[in-house]
């Protein structure tokens, strides 16, 4: 027995993709949320149905919880979350849930999906301030996240010095932990938006966005602001034959956020810049958008 392994190669575009699941009988994927986008849009457009597909792992990025919720309820593909490094090895968080929680209504089963879950067995975390404190599991406390475990990074290849800070390895997201252990990763230290000594998400201002029904894929971005240190700049990939403006995005964030997380501009682009894993690469956007917003 075991089971068939199926590869894509190359081939990542979204009908290629699905042709390949449909033929082999995949049940089982994984990939990165960009990856998953271009597949729904594609399923939904020409009115398709996955036959065999029932599962699906997501890491390398935030799953928007609409996107979650779309897999579940249209397409009855369960969605499962994980997290990790290079640095940790494999995966050291994982939303699985348990018989109780699977049993929850169907938004507040997304909302926990949404997460990046608890640790594997074998993975202690914690949540440090910027002085190195420790804080809270308190599900609101907003910290670094460090690692530790027996298969985690010490040093990196050629370096004189450990990596970790007091034998713990900062992963450099920006992270709660709520009283039951469930992580939920708000940003990376170098994403999140600093705007007037508060923090903005950049991850939540983009699945927010993404839940437009005409919105394919959304990017934030902090620039520099003379007033505010830095605020959100917001690029949005319309949907094919989709029409939006800049108001209407505004208009339907300010539904879902708080008044002063609302983008300071929306940039409507063709495409982002995305890596090799599907990632969309926020380093370039910073320098062909990187500038100085004038302030009002």
């Known amino acids: 027995g075991g089971a068939k392994l199926v590869l894509p190669g190359p081939r990542l575009?979204?009908?290629?993709?699905?042709?390949?699941?449909?033929?082999?009988?995949v049940t089982v994927s994984a990939g990165?949320?960009?990856?998953?986008?271009?597949?729904?849009q594609y399923v939904e457009k020409n009115q398709l149905r996955f036959t065999t597909m029932r599962r699906?792992?997501?890491?390398?990025?935030?799953?928007?919880?609409?996107?979650?919720?779309?897999?579940?309820?249209?397409?009855?593909?369960?969605?499962?979350?994980?997290?990790?490094?290079t640095e940790t090895t494999a995966i050291a968080t994982i939303s699985n849930l348990g018989t109780d929680e699977a049993a929850l209504p169907p938004d507040e089963r997304h909302t926990l999906i949404a997460k990046q879950g608890k640790s594997v067995f074998g993975i202690e975390l914690k949540l440090v301030d910027a002085q190195g404190a420790t804080l809270p599991r308190d599900g609101?406390?907003?910290?670094?996240?460090?690692?530790?475990?027996?298969?985690?990074?010490?040093?990196?290849?050629?370096?004189?010095?450990?990596a970790l800070v007091d034998g713990w390895f900062p992963t450099g997201d920006i992270a709660t932990i709520d009283p039951q252990g469930?992580?939920?990763?708000?940003?990376?230290?170098?994403?999140?938006?600093?705007s007037g000594g508060?923090?903005?998400?950049?991850?939540?201002?983009?699945?927010?966005?993404v839940a437009h029904p005409a919105v394919a894929m959304a990017a934030v971005i902090g620039i520099k602001h003379p007033q505010w240190d830095e605020r959100?700049?917001?690029?949005?990939?319309?949907?094919?034959?989709?029409?939006?403006?800049?108001?209407?995005?505004?208009?339907?964030?300010?539904?879902?956020?708080?008044?002063?997380?609302?983008p300071d501009d929306v940039m409507f682009v063709e495409s982002l810049p995305l890596g090799g894993t599907g990632k969309v690469q926020k380093n370039e956007?910073?320098?062909?958008?990187?500038?100085?917003?004038s302030g009002d």
């Open 232 to 262: 959100p700049l917001l690029f949005i990939v319309r949907k094919p034959d989709q029409s939006v403006d800049k108001q209407q995005i505004l208009d339907f964030l300010a539904e879902r956020v708080a008044k002063w997380w609302l």
């Open 182 to 194: 469930v992580v939920h990763i708000r940003d990376r230290t170098k994403d999140v938006i600093k």
């Open 32 to 40: 990165v949320p960009t990856i998953w986008m271009g597949l729904i």
């Open 56 to 85: 699906t792992g997501v890491g390398g990025s935030a799953m928007p919880k609409a996107l979650i919720a779309k897999f579940d309820d249209m397409f009855d593909v369960d969605v499962c979350h994980g997290w990790g490094m």
């Open 13 to 25: 575009d979204a009908a290629s993709l699905y042709e390949l699941m449909e033929t082999e009988r």
């Open 198 to 209: 508060e923090w903005i998400s950049s991850i939540d201002l983009e699945n927010a966005a």
């Open 285 to 293: 956007l910073r320098q062909q958008h990187g500038g100085v917003f």
């Open 140 to 162: 609101a406390s907003q910290g670094e996240l460090m690692v530790r475990g027996q298969w985690i990074v010490d040093r990196y290849h050629k370096a004189e010095r450990s």
